[in-house]
């Protein structure tokens, strides 16, 4: 199954926009991008997915690149409720569904 | 409400002593995971099933087992073959089979056992 690669942590300022990379330069044709983040002591939930074309929901946007090696979760004004890990994965939808997570990303937010 | 229960939220272990972690779902989810997460680390996956009756193994399923009996369960046993078991296990679920593989994961809120 394809990796991910996403910087340990980040750092961004209250109410200003944060991109958080992963690299996932063996990503197969059929491969599904998927975003999730993590609270202190609770399961991961899902933020979003997405193929090919950027992607936008209620909680962020995902913006995919072209060769799609790499994608940018991008969270439009940060709070302090969006401090968490972040996590890539792909998911690959004719596959047996052996689904692995990164370390992540651990976002600081500065009030 | 749909969704995805585990329990105990908190459980003590002795030594050589094998428990048993619930997880139970009733989204009509296929597919079933069960991740351990140790302090500051990411998620390691050890054991998956994609449908009833059937398992597969993940990263580190060693000194764990599982059944998919039911549908909506999937229980997790910590054998005392696992030499490090302290950690908190997170059971998630998500929609099985091409081409619904894409759907989003459901997780529970987890379980902390501590060996003592």
């Known amino acids: 199954d394809a990796k991910t690669t996403q910087p340990n942590s980040m750092e961004s300022n209250e109410e200003e926009p944060v991109h958080l990379p992963c690299n996932h330069s063996?990503?197969?044709?059929?491969?599904?991008i998927h975003w999730y983040r993590q609270l202190p002591s609770q399961g991961p939930e899902y933020v979003i997915h997405?193929?090919?074309s950027n992607v936008n929901n209620r909680m962020a946007s995902l913006a995919i690149a072209e060769d799609r090696k790499s994608s940018t979760l991008i969270l439009h004004r940060a709070t302090l409720r969006d401090a968490a890990v972040y996590y890539c994965i792909l998911r690959d939808p004719w596959g047996y569904q052996k689904v692995t997570f990164g370390t992540g990303t651990k976002l600081q937010v500065i009030p | 409400d749909g969704g995805i229960t585990q329990s105990p939220k908190y459980l003590f272990r002795k030594e050589g002593q094998n428990v048993t972690l619930s997880c139970e779902q009733n989204?009509?989810?296929?597919?079933m995971y069960w991740y351990r997460q140790d302090p500051g680390q990411g998620l390691r996956l050890i054991y998956y099933?994609?449908?009833?009756?059937?398992?597969q193994k993940g990263d580190i399923a060693e000194g764990y087992s599982v059944s998919r009996e039911k549908k909506e369960s999937f229980p997790l046993t910590v054998t005392s073959a696992q030499k490090n078991p302290t950690a908190f296990y997170l059971c998630a679920s998500s929609i099985g089979g091409p081409p619904m593989n894409t759907g989003e994961l459901f997780f529970g809120e987890g379980s902390r056992l501590t060996v003592l």
């Open positions: 063996t990503i197969s044709g059929t491969d599904y």
């Open positions: 997405g193929l090919t």
């Open positions: 989204l009509n989810h296929d597919a």
């Open positions: 099933s994609q449908i009833v009756n059937d398992f």
